[in-house]
């Protein structure tokens, strides 16, 4: 019998295709997410090819080390299918006839008005301890098993199809019933930063990051957006919605004005809001960022922006002085022509370094109000393929710090 408490689980995807990298594994990473919303945690992802002895050892260490395994792929018809046979070697049982499962099969090519071809009589054989897991909108059920391990509670391990309709489908209504986490509640919350790099952020937080934490606070990295995901486990919503608000307080007071959303908010989103609120208007005008920064302004569908002007290096005003002076010129006109209470303007890039090493280079960002023009310098390093979307970042971020009437804390 399996233990109710059972948290630790295992997902294997097989495929050659995968392996291959023919096609991408996004049924893993859809699994683990579910898992997680049930209180199970993912702890290994297993890819494996179309071989019948590495699907059996890879397996044999599945079951012996998880929990719960889910499977998906392999239970097709054709000769490279061998998730049945992996499964009833690993128990070392003979794989047995489910009449149910065949007549379900025949019924579905008799809708379609074919013949069931022989090979298909394959899908419904099952390992004798085997529970067949029905699949109204496909050839292949799944199986379930109970695998005992000495000395262990027993390993669920459930197989679905590799199409992913299907296994969505089988998962919420065959699989989700069987599995064990779901007297826990898990609930999580997105806090978005933008300003300073994860090292200083994750200085800043301190203790909040650590790995024993209740609730967990993990950092992610995206285009130089920081996220940091809250994950609190309770026996009720209540009890969570407390842990993730606290942690939430405490980010706020650690990261202060670095702090800019939740969720799915974009930078641009919350400043875009704010300026709506005002009845504020913007126009922006960009070189080196190629029209990143209009584009991200543009999907925030706000009538507070007033379009933008992408402006070829060829057409920039190179000879007004330094790149500053240039930059900080072009806010000022652009703000003037539009009469937008804001202009943002981005200068060209300059070559940009090709190795990790070399010194960084300088880009210029500058934001026009009615009143007064502030004008940043931008060091690009590192990776090339984020340069553009977080100038255009920079560039939003110095007009949010501006409303709230303060600069920005971090430089860059």
Known sequence: MADASLRLAEIVAVGAELTSGAKLNTNSQWLSAELSDLGIVTGWHTTITDDLAINVSALQLAVDRADVVLITGGLGPTLDDLTRE????????????????????????????RPMPERNRIQAYFPKSGIALANPIGTAPGVWMSVPRPG????????MPGVPSEMYRMFHEQVVPRLPGRD?????????????????????????????RDPEVGITVHDATITLRIIAHGKQEEECRAKIASTDQLIRERLGALVYGVEDEELEDVVAREMRQRGLTLTTIETGTAGELAQRWFKTGSPSYLGGEVLPECRWPHGVGTMEASTYELAR????????????????????PKTMSAPPVEVWVALATRS?????????????????????????????????????????
Request: net charge neutral; proline share 6%; aromatic share 4%.
């Open 86 to 113: 992996a499964l009833a070697q690993l128990v070392n049982e003979e794989l047995v006839l489910d009449q149910e499962s065949l007549d379900l099969i025949v019924r579905y090519f008799e809708k379609r008005g």
């Open 152 to 159: 262990k509670p027993d390993c669920l391990v459930g197989a």
């Open 184 to 212: 826990r509640v898990i609930m999580k919350a997105r806090v978005n930063c933008f300003g300073c790099g994860e090292s200083h952020a994750e200085e800043l937080l301190g203790d909040l990051t650590a790995r024993d």
């Open 333 to 352: 006109a652009t703000r003037e022509k539009a009469n937008a209470d804001f202009a943002l303007a981005i200068s060209p890039f300059p070559p940009l």
């Open 372 to 412: 007064q023009i502030i004008s940043e310098r931008v060091l690009l390093s590192g990776n090339p393929a984020i340069h553009q979307s977080r100038t255009a970042k920079v560039a939003s971020d110095l007009l949010r710090h501006h409303l709230a009437g303060r600069t920005r804390p971090c430089p860059t």
